[in-house]
């Protein structure tokens, strides 16, 4: 089902992957593609995980983010399987928009208020899903210096978006934050993929 394109001020939000490849237009700040992931995924056990975070050429990384699940501690199972290949769906999908060979990949199990200012990120473009919990909070406009900002908008669990960093624009970076959650008992699970020149040989 096609959901029809909608434009704000900065962002352009539609229905399709396609729809991030508008992060390439110099008045796009953040490409939102909206959908919806699998109900699978809500059997994943996110008591003794670790996070996730290396670096791989997007040739290498099935058997990289399957080692990094595996260190990690994710159970294997169906949910696991859903994820490993959304991610590789995911990182590809970047990989292409951006013209990189290497991306940088983190899974991160949130439960405090991380990133809970609005902030704009030093990349040039950063993709953020939250598979888990409540999805990202960001600005439709640049008021971020305002203390109770008026535009908050806040993406939906297994929304994609790619958010254009200050290095791509220092202008009109997109502006987010993690929702704050701390002390509420809820969980987040999210992925972060960045672009990244070289492999990780740590």
């Given at each position: 089902m096609s959901v029809a394109v909608r434009e704000r001020s900065i962002a352009l939000i539609a229905g399709n992957t396609e729809t991030l490849n508008a992060i390439r237009d110099e008045s796009v700040s953040i490409a939102l593609w909206e959908r919806v992931v699998s109900s699978s995924l809500s059997k994943l056990n996110l008591d003794s995980i670790a996070d996730v975070r290396f670096t791989a050429s997007v040739d290498a990384l099935p058997d990289a983010l399957s080692d990094a699940l595996d260190e990690a501690d994710h159970q294997r199972g169906s949910a696991r399987d859903i994820l490993h290949k959304?991610?590789?769906?995911?990182?590809?999908?970047?990989?292409?928009?951006?013209?990189?060979e290497y991306v940088e990949i983190r899974l991160e199990h949130i439960t405090t208020n991380a990133c809970r200012k609005f902030h704009t990120d030093y990349v040039t473009a950063r993709l953020i899903t939250t598979y888990l919990g409540q999805g990202t909070e960001?600005?439709?406009?640049?008021?971020?210096?305002?203390?109770?900002?008026?535009n908050v908008q806040q993406m939906r669990t297994g929304d994609v978006a790619l958010f254009k960093g200050r290095l791509w624009s220092s202008h009109a970076p997109a502006v987010h934050r993690s929702p704050p959650i701390e002390g509420t008992g809820e969980e987040r699970l999210v992925l972060v993929i960045n672009p990244a020149r070289f492999r990780d040989t740590d």
């Open positions: 959304d991610i590789l769906v995911l990182a590809n999908r970047f990989a292409q928009v951006m013209e990189t960001w600005l439709d406009s640049d008021e971020h210096g305002n203390s109770e900002p008026s």
